[in-house]
């Protein structure tokens, strides 16, 4: 009853400020009164729960008084009459920068200072009164009904503003005619058709259309219900192409230009929809109903323009998926679902550890080097990059390597799951495979690391006659503890860098297919002729199965090699940690220091190899997932039950997430 109270009191105060601001609006002559009108919209604005009362409130005191009605007319015809919208339609919310950063600072500039508006546009009276954040939203929000009421009181029915040879819809004619030359110029790009080869150019959809449309444009008054239903179904078709291209992509790739050029093509079909819904006369709607939807329209293209997080979804979604797609497959061969493949890891495992022990005495070694920062930084590149590269050819296993990898395999079993609408059981087995293979291959580096650093170093030894790690235990050691540097940090700083260079490796197959670089190695006229067809034909198929995972190897090692020095030249205390390399790293500690550790320094030592591990592998694994699920336009609040099957499959078979073990029956 309090409330009830409480509510009616706020109604009253607010009908009253209404009426106040509706007073002076009548009593002022324009321009003076726009402070006032002002002062209406931030009324109306500025209570979320309360703007359809207010909206309503208002509706009521305009069909209560002709003097505000009047007032309130007079002002919209000195600021509406003659504006022009046309640009709306045509440019507002269009990416104009085929650059991913071009076009987002563009936006960014947009948003701290809005663009220039010529006076007699309608954007000019958005900027000056519709100019919040989220303005659009709100008034799209409010409900149709009253706002078609307020337009019926103000009387624009009279004006047959919808008529055949009205000003509207003369400047909707001239929209439409400037997006569907857009839309044929788009279409037409070679880089379009090809990707869906399979229509001829006569039968170009977007061709089509524009025959279609310029018999709008010939005679708007002649055009009957039936013509608009076939425009319909030519816009459906198109959009249908544009699906069949994005189908292709696993095929055919797809480059971010092509992928900013088929977004633009929805947004301007879509737009041509909104127009042709308007010059309908056909559709039942009201021109009190048709010019809400035109307010609201406008509104919301001229607000979109300078939405950052909407562009950056919709403008590399696509692309992300394609790029995780390529990282899914690779994915696919780090989850083992047997025995036989999990041991076989294991042996992979192993082998990637022997590679790591080499490269830890290296760069060791390189540590001790009386060179400069930039020659130390491409020294330790060039070591972390040969041993990540030769473990990838020498079909070797780096534990951290997966995470990102088996991330994007498992956002596309969530999403079949979903679209299957199942329980999510199969992707529970899932999980415990991928779980139980990070969990062998952690195993496999780490028990292979340590005994042949060790190995290494007491080689090194007994050949040169000095201990090469007695003056770097210290350090060593001191990197491994978590009190004594930022090992968390430097731990996560490399599970960025491992997730970078999957979104590297991803990116370069779609590129070598988008591109049709093997293709284009096997027809290549000097390797024919100098090594033969068979040998080009070899060379094409390393390059398809391997260059992504080569360059993406490279790049982990320069990114892994260059981090410290740039921290020693910034001032900053960053720097990498990894966990088979910190393996490798205690071991040498331990020789060098004659294996005179305090136990404090042992256990923290072997603690700080587990967080270095742990960091590795949850940073990386974020995301990628975070990545791999959006590119899908999954949701985390849409994983409730993905999280509870997990927890089902983990209570019921939890030594499956450590080892292969039979399935029940039934299962």
Known sequence: MESETVKNKMVNYDSNSIEKALKLITETAFPENKVHVLALIALLRSDKYLRQERLDCLVGLLNASDDYRKGLISFLRHQCEGREFVTILTDADLILDQAFLGELFRRIG?????????ED?????????????????????????????????????????????GKVTSQLLDAMQIIMSKIRTIGMDTNITKM??????????FLILQFQIEKQLHSISDQGPQYFEQTATLIIQCQNFINNAYHNVSINGINYKVHLQMLLLEKLLERLSMILNLLNQHNGQTQSQKLVYLFKMLLSLSHSQSKIGEYVNKSTQIYAKEITRNIALKGENYITT?????????????????????????????????????????????????AFTLIYLLHQSLATKQPAMTAAALAKQ???????????????????????????????NVLMVMPVALLLIFLWSFLTGENAAVLKVDGLIQDLIIFETPVILHSAIAGVFLFI????????????????????IRRHPFLLASIGQRRTESVANFVDQYWAGIISNIWFGIFMGCVGTVGSIVGLDIDIRHITFAAG????ALYGSQFTLETYQVIMGLAGIGIIGFVNFIVSFSLSMTLAL??????????????????????????SFFYPTEKKKGT
């Not at 336009?633 to 078979?653: H, M, T, W």
Request: charged fraction near 25%; proline fraction near 3%.
């Open 501 to 520: 260079s999957g979104l590297i490796a991803g990116s370069v197959a779609n590129k070598i297919k988008t591109e049709k670089i093997p293709d284009r």
């Open 110 to 118: 947009q948003k701290v200072l809005p663009l220039f508006t010529e």
């Open 585 to 588: 790293n205690f071991m040498l």
């Open 630 to 655: 959006r590119a899908r336009g999954i949701r985390f609040d849409q994983l409730d039950d993905v999280i509870i099957a997990i927890k089902n499959k983990f209570s019921e078979e939890p030594l």
């Open 414 to 444: 969530i999403e079949e799951d979903m679209a299957k609408k199942s329980n999510f059981v199969q992707l529970s087995e899932t999980v415990s495979q991928v779980w139980r293979s990070q969990f062998i291959a952690f195993v496999g």
């Open 338 to 386: 047997d025995k036989a493949q999990y041991w076989n890891l294991l042996k992979k495992a192993l082998g990637g550890g022997a590679i790591v022990a080499f490269a830890c005495l290296i760069k060791m070694k390189m540590g001790s080097w009386d060179v400069s920062l930039f020659a130390k930084a491409i020294s330790y590149s060039i070591n972390y990059s040969v």
């Open 121 to 165: 546009s309608i954007e000019r009276i958005f900027q000056d009164y519709f100019y919040q954040s989220g303005d659009d939203l709100w008034i799209s929000s409010l409900h149709e009904d009253s706002l078609v009421h307020m337009i019926k009181l103000f009387q624009f029915d009279e004006d047959h503003i919808f008529a055949n040879d």
């Open 196 to 205: 869906v080869p399979d229509i001829a150019k006569e039968q170009n959809p």
